[in-house]
């Protein structure tokens, strides 16, 4: 068995396999709330028998050369995977597809190894067509073939059935032809910055504190521990700035999200440029955040401009701006 890194963040990309199902299992009880609408697996895998059953069904595709799957472990842990959910070498024509944790998003790890399953499909196979199947209402998936470098072929309507609904279908698609942006995929270099390590760091931390997907209680306080005490926070989205200092900014939304009014809650970035300047540094972030208001499904993206502050205790965040688009 390989196991090929996917950089320097101890992500590691592996077949994922029949004897994996107890691991596979556990992982999946964790996304499930994440994954469930997207992956069809997702709902059938809920015990080991049917959780090998999955797995096993991929082992004897791959043995027909027609699908594969591999798993994502950040840290020793299963986190996601990718997939070949159709591979047909007589026309060259294969469908990509992936899932990962929500508390594995934001680090590039599907998009890197989404990369490695493309490189192998042209160069050591030979195809011409990598597709990319989505929901057209499942942002992060389409987010995705975006940063892959896929264009959109167009909309199959209403082609799939879930939850009692008909849904749109968008198809993507990147040709062995085309050019991928130059770091559509690129693997981080070996020796990242010890400061953009940490500013990654405290926007996940930020992101993650109004995560309540699952039954997982947020934890909003911890804002007030990647930002300074003086830090400020405004509001861009109606007709004129809010601004929040630390206190104003955390109690209504822990309180949103902790009685029923926001429930299955995530954001997370989509992209973003960090520019670092000695003890200061910028950051400007897309983001996507989807989950259900007063019971009804939403989602929703923006923009954040962030500013750090290195400080005697390292780097925090000193002030943030966001607007709704």
Not at 83 to 88: A, G, K, P, Q, Y
Not at 168 to 173: F, H, L, R
Request: glycine share 8%.
């Amino acid at each position: 068995m390989f196991t090929l890194p996917l950089g320097d963040d101890d992500a590691q990309l592996r077949p994922l396999e029949p004897w994996h199902a107890r691991e596979f299992l556990a992982h999946i009880d964790r996304a499930r709330p994440y994954v469930d609408p997207w992956i069809p697996w997702a709902t059938y895998s809920t015990d080991l028998d049917s959780a090998t059953a999955t797995l096993q069904r991929y082992a004897d595709r791959q043995a027909e050369d027609t699908r594969r799957i591999y798993g994502i472990w950040l840290e020793g842990t299963l986190v996601g995977g990718v997939m070949f959910t159709d591979f047909d070498a007589a026309t060259g024509v294969c469908e990509l597809g992936c899932w990962l944790e929500a508390e594995a998003a934001g680090r590039g790890l599907v998009t890197r190894a989404c990369g490695v399953l493309i490189d192998w499909a042209f160069q050591e196979r030979g195809m011409r067509r990598v597709e990319w199947w989505v929901a057209a209402h499942n942002t992060r998936s389409v987010d995705t073939a975006r940063r892959l470098g896929m264009t959109r072929d167009g909309v199959l309507r209403q082609r799939s059935a879930y939850g009692g609904k008909r849904h749109d279908i968008e198809i993507w698609s990147l040709l062995s032809d085309d050019v991928p942006p130059t770091d559509a995929y690129e693997f981080p270099a070996p020796a990242v910055k010890a400061e953009k390590a940490e500013l990654d760091r405290l926007m996940r931390v930020f992101l993650g504190a109004f995560t309540n997907t699952g039954g997982s209680r947020p934890n909003v306080d911890v804002v007030r521990e990647v930002f300074i005490p003086q830090g400020t926070i405004i509001a861009n989205v109606g007709s004129e700035p809010v601004v929040y200092d630390l206190d104003r900014f955390v109690e209504p939304r822990q309180k949103l999200l902790t009685d029923g009014t926001l429930t299955e809650f995530s954001e997370w970035e989509v992209a973003e440029r960090t520019e670092i300047f000695a003890s200061i540094a910028h950051r400007s972030s897309e983001y996507r955040k989807s989950g259900f208001l007063n019971g009804e499904p939403f989602e929703g993206a923006g923009r954040k401009t962030t500013q750090f502050v290195r400080t005697p205790a390292g780097w925090r965040m000193s002030s943030m701006v966001w607007e709704d688009i």
